[in-house]
């Protein structure tokens, strides 16, 4: 066994659930895990070598075969808007690459990847990966002279790998003063039961989207007799068009584990985990720096502030490009160090058996922020803003074709149209609210307000002017869903790649309404039949675009009954027919 793999496995203490962190590490050294690599660890973990295999080929993120330089341009529709495709076919023409290769010396691969969470920094990429933002011509011709004259990455310009914070607007979360432990501070004056009633009071729900009641969440967790508790940052932010948890992590980390901090005193938890995505490696050194100092602060490790009884500390783990890790179920698998398949449910439910079969919450970035600043500013101001069944204010992502991209805290209930008029969007044919798994709106909806009530939202909105021809929304988020699927199921394994066929056949022109109806008919089968919610919301863009802009479809529908394969029997046959040849 190498020196260097015996050295990753002693630091991750052999442990298996460290499998895919020890996996990170391997290829941080060596920029990618080798057959040779990936045999030597399963031998220190004692797992099967088929497991490990599994792993790295489970994970986008990670390389079976070694390259000196790894870029993957992020392939969102946002990033196509601000001319991402010309990009990077100029910089695979300058280093004279092909796609989803690697160059035959070795040394360069550059591919695609789904959304980075930088759609208001567009276009974007991951150069070994760590961000690259706002790319333009003159970045692609310099950085392809930095590859042939193999300048190191730390070399490369500063500027390039600065990622913006773009708030656009404030308010109770992000422009009330807050000071590490505060919050802390109060829940252990006025008590658990104390602190668990104001939360009550103050009505927060998660903000992942499914709205559950924060309180509710953490008080069945703390119910549930087990040796052990923990709590689990969601910061795996994979849905398209969202970056908000991301400015909240490298704005306002200490708010997020003060949440968290609260979450494990009232739950009785000693250990948490932030699940932080791939994408945002750039940042994990400066999370490190923040746990430190809180741990210097008496805010984190044994007896906080003093309490013999409160012990807890946060250890970060790292994702690796697999969308449906955001789902906490499938998050929970892949902090074990599995594939990040979704296990079935329910039940049961991670506030019952979650990591390592033990209680667990599991809350996103925001929601935990928002914990820790209800109890700073207390009930009465907290519920001062929002709707009777929204408390509080909502972070947005805010993208595409508008003068001001950016994050916006706004108070539940505020309507569409102020916020489009907030961020300067003019002519807009639509917006896509809560990315590709959610829903769009057309001008006429408004005045609708973005609340649980009424219009739920993740947080990200994707605008859309006029000249954006519909189904080159459509057909990207179809490749975006195909691509993140985890294969466990067929109505999603299959039916996502049917729906992409489906989409292409009736914007070339060759569908008819029966090709619709056949649309239609696989939209709902995944939605009743599929394994986890990325089936079961992976053609919500296609049945809602069908439902709001039937013109649009019908308007490329062939004119006559003849039927037009979705796709082409003998291309789809030809690799198998080579092979069987003598």
Known sequence: MSHHIASVLAHHQHRPQQLLQILIDIQQHDTCI???????????????????????????????????????????????????????????????????????????????????????????????????????????????????????????????????????????????PFAPGQALRHLLQEGIDSGLDALQGCAIRGCGGAGFPLDRKWRLCQETPAKAHYVVCNADEGEPGTFKDRVLLQAYPDLVFEGMTLCAKIIGAQQGFVYLRGEYRYMLDSLQQCLQRRRDLGLLGDHILGDEDFSFDIDIHLGAGAYVCGAEVALIESLQGHRGVPRKRPPPFPVTQGYLGQPTVVNNVETFALSAQALNVGQQRFTDLGTAASRGTKLLSISGDCARPGVYEFPYGVSVREVMDACEADDVQFLQNAGP??????????????????????????????????????????????????????????????????????????????????????????????????????????????????????????????????????????????????
């Open 437 to 582: 798994a959610g829903l769009c709106l057309r001008p006429d909806e408004f005045e609708r307000g973005l609340c649980c009530e009424d219009v739920n939202t993740t947080g990200s909105l994707m605008v859309f002017n006029a000249s954006r021809p519909l189904f080159d929304v459509t057909h990207n988020f179809a490749e975006f869903f195909v691509h993140e699927s985890c294969g466990f199921c067929t109505p999603c394994r299959v039916g996502t790649r049917l729906l992409q066929q489906m989409l292409e056949k009736i914007s070339q022109g060759h569908a008819t309404q029966q090709d619709i109806d056949k649309m239609l008919q696989l939209s709902q089968l995944m939605k009743s039949s599929s394994h986890c919610g990325l089936g079961m919301t992976a053609s919500n863009h296609i049945t809602d675009s069908l439902e709001k802009f039937p013109a649009l479809y019908q308007s490329q529908l062939h004119d006559t009954d003849i039927t037009h394969p979705s796709f082409d029997l003998e291309n789809a046959t030809s690799e198998a027919r080579a092979l069987s040849q003598p």
């Open 34 to 176: 080798t057959p040779q690599a990936q045999a030597e660890v399963a031998q220190g973990l004692n797992k099967s070598l088929a497991e490990v295999q599994g792993v790295v080929s489970f994970y986008s993120l990670l390389n079976p075969t070694p390259r000196e330089y790894d870029i993957r341009f992020s392939h969102n529709i946002i990033d196509l808007m601000q001319g991402k495709a010309a990009l990077m076919e100029n910089l695979l023409e300058r280093l004279q690459v092909t796609l989803g290769t690697v160059r035959s010396d070795g040394r360069v691969f550059i591919d695609n990847t789904s959304c980075i969470g930088m759609s208001d920094q567009a276009p974007a990429a991951l150069v070994n990966g760590y961000t690259v933002t706002r790319l333009t011509p003159s970045r692609i011709a310099q950085m392809a002279s930095l590859i042939e004259n193999q300048v190191p990455l730390s070399d490369w310009p500063a500027e390039w790998f600065q990622v913006a914070l773009n708030i656009q607007r404030k308010d109770l979360l992000l422009d009330t």
